[in-house]
């Protein structure tokens, strides 16, 4: 499964980004799907995560401000950044996986597929 995330992009602080992770030839059909983000020196972090056919699980401090669903008619997964801040500047990748239960949905170990990444940059 090449997974491919895009979307991202230079944001003020305070403004609103949509990012988006598509699978090349294939749908989402029975995968989980989550979203991390890195940046230089740290290690990868949890975003969110959606695990078929829809259970949902946010990074604590992210949930108020993001937001992750399914676009079935694109076959994409989506995570909708409000209220940006700076410190939300990373690469941003989508990863999947078919046998991820809730709770693992957080562990980027777990995932079999990665996409390749996308820069999300939030100016202050």
């Known amino acids: 499964v090449q997974l491919q995330a895009s979307g991202g992009g230079l944001v003020q602080a305070g403004g609103s980004l949509r990012l988006s992770c598509t699978a090349s030839g294939r749908s989402f059909s029975g995968y989980s799907v989550g979203w991390f983000r890195q940046v230089p020196g740290k290690e990868r972090e949890f975003v969110a995560g959606?695990?078929?056919?829809?259970?949902?699980k946010y990074a604590d401090s992210l949930k108020d401000r993001f937001t992750v669903s399914r676009d079935s008619a694109k076959n994409a997964i989506l995570l909708q950044m409000n209220s940006v801040k700076p410190e939300d500047t990373a690469v941003y990748y989508c990863?999947?996986?078919?046998?991820?239960?809730?709770?693992?949905?957080?562990?980027?170990?777990?995932?079999?597929?990665w996409g390749q990444g996308t820069q999300v940059t939030v100016s202050s």
């Open positions: 990863a999947a996986d078919r046998s991820l239960i809730s709770s693992r949905l957080a562990y980027a170990q777990d995932y079999d597929y």
């Open positions: 959606i695990r078929w056919p829809g259970s949902i």
